[in-house]
């Protein structure tokens, strides 16, 4: 009970801030109709308890089986067995994770099936597990991430001179938004359980970070190379009409969605639990309490997936659509790029993950970086992001690669000059700023911005937002780990001196 609890504080912490700001903007400079703020007020509540349900499912049933996969893969003998495995887990976790159907149905909604949902789900999904595999015999192999990092980037730079602006910002929004509340832990504790199984500990400490982030990069590379196969120049794109809730009941709203959200839900975590199945007969041999524990904590995550979809999709994004066009839609845009940094400053702020994250930082340095300074740099790291979203529609001319490429080039380059955990940690950290508020209410924001500004376009304004909130926190842990590392030289020299 004290675990749920904990998790509700959490959840409340991220959620809670976005319901304020909406609030105060309905009652101030940015009415909403009723029927629209009741929804709005009915998906929070959804969320805060479809997130902390689904969030203490995980604990229970997800991050076990994780732990467990990664202890048995690093003692398999077969790089053949050792390689498929990590590919099916890869695109599994994947294909489950909530932050990516959510993206996906938002650019299916856009593009008016242009690019559909369940395609742009499987290419991301096969993406991450050729990447995750790669990053799990990293582990293996000892081979050091600026490589790999240097590797992957290289090949999306050359893959992105092919491809559209549409593409790219999709691209690296499926960066983010796929490394969420099912990926990020899974991923985590089967590094961890690789890791653990090296002898010299300090080696396999530093190999425990940096797999979420060479991962992500697949769903970059998915992307980009679907957009060459589709061969679609150019993906048209418009809101969805947003008619239907102004004009329902609440009951109507949320009932209507139920059917569909809990059927996907379901056959999204169905692999995850029909792996655990094969692992447990012909692996684990766990005892029936465990399996008992486990199969009762993947019912729970599906009953909050369920839960925080049906939030999310009933009037949680059609209220941050609905925003940026208000805000957009005024004599300045100055509302508009307020709300954009506040929206950045807040919701990482309260993102757990991105606590656990700081704690680790100040552990790992024995003090020397403090949890409070790596909150401030992502939380400016992350205002920042959002508000360059808003700012990059709003300017003529400002495009999503003059962030991106020396963003991406700095943190690659950054990289080589900083301690080898920090790059682990950098890079994870842009799976973890980007969550599930950042995926839904942030983006639709956004793309309501891109609706309403002249000659903004939909498609390649009003995506590429999370591929910003992932690039910045990389290079701000970067530039920390480089303050840690000066530090460290400079009481090391001030020591030999005495």
Do not use: C
Not at 5 to 23: G, N
Request: glycine share 10%; hydrophobic share 55%.
């Amino acid at each position: 009970m004290n675990v749920l609890i904990d998790k509700l504080k959490e959840v409340m912490a991220s959620v809670l801030p976005i319901t304020f700001i909406v609030l105060i903007l309905h009652f101030t400079i940015s009415p909403l109709d009723p029927t629209m703020l009741y929804a709005f007020l009915l998906g929070s509540v959804l969320i805060i308890a479809g997130l902390t349900i689904f969030l203490f499912g995980i604990d229970q049933g997800i991050e076990p089986v994780g732990h467990s996969i990664g202890s048995i893969l690093s003692l398999s003998k077969s790089f053949a067995i050792f390689i498929t495995v990590s590919l099916i887990l890869g695109f599994f976790i994947s294909y489950a994770e909530p932050d990516l159907h959510i993206l996906a149905g938002q650019v299916n909604d856009v593009t008016s099936g242009q690019f559909g949902k369940t395609l742009m789900v499987v290419v991301v999904s096969v993406g991450i597990g050729v990447m995750m595999t790669l990053g799990m015999l990293r582990i293996l192999k000892g081979v050091r991430l600026q490589y790999i990092f240097a590797g992957a980037y290289g090949l999306i730079l050359i893959l992105s001179l092919y491809s559209s602006a549409d593409f790219m910002a999709i691209a690296f929004d499926a960066s983010g938004a796929t490394t969420g509340a099912i990926t990020v832990p899974f991923m985590l504790t089967l590094a961890g359980g690789i890791s653990s199984m090296k002898k010299d500990s300090k080696a396999g400490e530093i190999d425990s970070f940096g797999l979420v982030g060479i991962s992500s990069t697949g769903a970059i590379l998915g992307v980009l190379t679907a957009g060459l196969f589709i061969g679609v120049d150019k993906l048209q794109g418009s809101l969805p009409d947003q008619a239907f809730v102004e004009g329902a009941s609440i009951l109507e709203i949320y009932g209507s969605r139920l059917p569909t959200i809990a059927k996907e839900a379901l056959i999204s975590l169905l692999p995850i639990i029909a792996v655990y199945f094969i692992f447990q007969i012909f692996f684990f041999k766990h005892k029936k309490g465990k399996v008992f524990d486990i199969t009762r904590g993947m019912i729970i995550t599906l009953v909050g997936l369920v839960v925080f979809l049906l939030g999310v999709n009933g009037g949680f994004m059609a209220v941050g659509r609905e925003v940026g066009i208000r805000l957009a839609s005024m004599d300045t845009y100055l509302p508009a790029l307020f709300v954009a940094l506040l929206l950045g400053l807040t919701t990482v702020l309260a993102e757990p993950a991105v606590h656990v994250l700081t704690h680790q930082v100040e552990d790992v340095t024995g003090g020397s970086v403090k949890r409070s300074l790596v909150l401030l740099f992502l939380s400016v790291a992350v205002g920042l992001s959002i508000f360059m979203s808003a700012l990059r529609i709003i300017v003529p001319g400002l495009e999503l690669w003059m962030y991106l490429l020396p963003g991406f080039g700095l943190a690659v380059i950054l990289s080589f000059f900083v301690p080898d955990l920090f790059v682990g940690m950098a890079f994870d950290a842009g799976g973890v700023a980007s969550g599930p508020m950042t995926a839904t209410f942030s983006l639709a924001f956004v793309q309501g911005i891109a609706a309403t500004v002249p000659n903004a376009d939909i498609v390649a304004d009003g995506f590429g937002m999370i591929s910003i909130v992932a690039m910045m926190p990389i290079v701000a842990v970067e530039i920390l780990g480089a303050l840690y590392q000066a530090k460290t030289r400079k009481a090391s020299a001030s020591k030999n001196t005495k």
